[in-house]
């Protein structure tokens, strides 16, 4: 069964800092990758998407993610942190479930992301 | 373009009644999603359609839960009757999507319904 795994509930970094976001996925083929921020009281909002490709991919808002098939994971980077940061960052594969036709988006529990001034 | 319209944003009713959220997805948007986001978890998707079509129920409770999606536009919705376990917040969600690639085109959120049963 498909499934997405992000070690890390909560992380704290100092504004300036960098920041690595664990994503790992289990799915038998390749996978369609995605990271989703939201914001306090928001809808999800898409940050970047891995298809196919150049393993490494750039996002709005000065964030990459490199995809690793050999790891199966799929981390989420940023090298100088903004408060305005501070917000739940979503991992999502997409997949189809055995004998369907049908893709759906699996999400990772997410994990926080507290931002020091 | 305007977003995901979604209302009402909060709610608050006692276990056994019913509730009903309102979706107005992104002009255009053949696809539409209904998820659940309980507290600490994920998002998981509850109904999509297509048009009005329903494409995958799968995961719906479909002896308390409901949707629509009359004219292939607007969605609602409905639980009835609500259980304490359906505290959580619904967000609505469309997309350009292709039904057999629905995840090949980034999902718009709505800000979602925090719904909470007491």
């Known amino acids: 069964a498909q499934s997405v795994t992000q070690p890390d509930i909560h992380i704290t970094v100092s504004e300036g800092a960098s920041l690595e976001l664990r994503c790992n996925y289990s799915y038998g083929a390749t996978p369609y990758l995605f990271w989703y921020v939201q914001s306090p009281g928001q809808g999800l909002q898409l940050l970047l998407k891995?298809?196919?490709?150049?393993?490494l991919v750039q996002g709005i808002k000065g964030f990459e993610a490199e995809f690793k098939r050999s790891q199966s994971s799929f981390n989420l980077r940023k090298p100088s942190v903004h408060w305005s940061d501070a917000a739940e960052y979503f991992c999502?594969?997409?997949?189809?479930?055995?004998?369907?036709?049908?893709?759906?988006?699996?999400f990772g529990r997410g994990t926080q992301l507290t931002v020091w001034p | 373009e305007a977003g995901v319209a979604q209302s009402p944003r909060y709610k608050i009713i006692e276990k056994r009644q019913s509730v009903a959220f309102w979706c107005n997805p992104i002009s255009g948007h053949a696809t539409l999603y209904w998820y659940q986001q309980i507290l600490g978890q994920g998002p998981k998707l509850l109904i999509q359609f297509q048009n009005n079509g329903v494409v995958d129920d799968s995961q719906l409770p479909k002896d308390r839960f409901s949707a629509e999606r009359l004219k292939g536009v607007d969605s609602t919705l409905k639980i009835q009757p609500a259980k304490l376990e359906d505290s959580a917040v619904y967000l609505c969600?469309?997309?350009?999507?292709?039904?057999?690639?629905?995840?090949?085109?980034?999902?718009?959120f709505g800000n979602g319904t925090r719904l909470t049963v007491t």
């Open positions: 891995y298809f196919s490709g150049d393993t």
């Open positions: 969600a469309s997309s350009l999507a292709k039904v057999r690639s629905s995840y090949n085109s980034p999902l718009h």
């Open positions: 999502a594969v997409g997949a189809h479930d055995r004998g369907s036709t049908l893709g759906r988006l699996y």
